[in-house]
């Protein structure tokens, strides 16, 4: 299979390069070129936000390209109508953001509301949903995957599950956000990519949310489990979520994992049309402990990506929760 990613430098399509390779795969990457690709993966440059940046692609034919990279939906509107007649089939890589959390009933499924794009003021949503409607309308077989919040080795940005690791490995009195049970549902970066691929071999349409069952692990599990791995030095301390969410109220930052009450629905897919598809999701131990050899062997630390609670703002939570 001739296949087109169009990123294939950063994280997911990275991944999903590295392992359409491993299959046996002819590669071509296209992107600005600001990142070395795998190991034999073709390299073609161009700026698909530019007039005619996708020039460095004529001539060529793909059986099925994966869009990895889209926070514009110009650019997949450009991309289907520079590839039309030369693709098919076409994968778009969404988010579960685009779902109305609020007017969805949990669980929810792919027959859930979406965002009303019009009225949403999250750039992000409004960007995915119209990517998925430019997508839909292609005329090409084409499969969009809502994967839940991605994580593991090579997420370098925005660092969640890095960020956690390290917190852990500083150790002492650490924030633990309530309530202990939160039901946690991502996926592993890996676990994505192989799905992606698996649908671009078979010609996998539809929209399917890409996510773990519903309680994959909890969030005391996987701070427990991040502690483990990290050599068990720090101590934490509960708060109710409630607390926390009034404490960090207007403050730019995000507690990775970790969503306030009202928000917190979003784990709540039910991931049966995904796994009945044949995504396979492997356990959140193997997640967890394979991050954290990937972060002590590339050397990321807290800083390099924007995810994580400051130093100062933790010590004042804990101190007025007496929890330091």
């Given at each position: 299979m001739h296949l087109l990613i169009l990123g294939g430098t950063h994280y997911v399509g990275r991944l999903v390069a590295e392992q359409a390779l491993a299959r046996g795969h002819q590669v071509t990457v296209f992107n600005r070129g600001n990142k070395p690709a795998p190991a034999g993966?073709?390299?073609?440059?161009?700026?698909?936000?530019?007039?005619?940046?996708?020039?460095?692609?004529?001539?060529?034919?793909?059986?099925?390209?994966?869009?990895?990279?889209?926070?514009?939906?110009?650019?997949?509107?450009?991309?289907?109508?520079?590839?039309?007649?030369?693709m098919e089939h076409y994968a778009f890589v969404s988010s579960i953001s685009v779902y109305d959390h609020k007017a969805a009933p949990a669980p929810y499924d792919e027959t859930s509301p979406v965002l009303d794009m019009d009225r949403t003021p999250v750039r992000y949503c409004k960007d995915k949903l119209g990517s998925e409607r430019e997508a839909a309308a292609s005329g090409v077989p084409t499969l969009i995957v809502r994967p839940g919040l991605i994580v593991g080795p090579g997420e370098s940005t925005p660092g969640r599950l890095p960020?956690?690791?390290?917190?852990?490995?500083?150790?002492?009195?650490?924030?633990?956000?309530?309530?202990?049970?939160l039901a946690l549902q991502f996926i592993d970066g890996r676990d994505l990519a192989a799905f992606l691929l698996d649908g671009a071999e078979r010609k996998l349409h539809g929209i399917f949310d890409a996510v773990s069952s519903p309680g994959h692990i909890t969030l005391a599990g996987l701070l427990e489990a991040a502690n483990d791995a990290a050599g068990g030095r720090a101590s934490l301390h509960w708060?109710?979520?409630?607390?926390?969410?009034?404490?960090?109220?207007?403050?730019?930052?995000?507690?990775p994992m970790w969503f306030p009450k009202g928000y917190a629905s979003i784990f709540q897919?039910?991931?049966?049309?995904?796994?009945?598809?044949?995504?396979?999701?492997?356990?959140?131990?193997?997640?967890?402990?394979?991050?954290?050899?990937?972060?002590?062997?590339?050397?990321?630390?807290?800083?390099?990506?924007?995810?994580g609670v400051p130093e100062d703002v933790e010590a004042a939570i804990l101190r007025q929760y007496g929890a330091e």
């Open positions: 993966a073709r390299v073609l440059i161009g700026d698909r936000l530019a007039e005619n940046g996708f020039a460095a692609l004529d001539g060529l034919t793909f059986d099925a390209v994966i869009d990895t990279w889209a926070l514009d939906t110009s650019a997949v509107k450009q991309a289907i109508a520079a590839l039309q007649g030369r960020w956690w690791l390290r917190r852990m490995e500083r150790g002492g009195p650490t924030l633990a956000p309530g309530p202990e049970d708060v109710d979520g409630d607390d926390v969410a009034k404490a960090i109220a207007g403050k730019r930052m995000e507690i897919s039910t991931g049966k049309k995904a796994a009945a598809a044949g995504l396979k999701i492997r356990p959140a131990l193997d997640t967890i402990r394979d991050t954290w050899e990937w972060v002590n062997r590339t050397g990321w630390k807290i800083g390099d990506g924007p995810a």
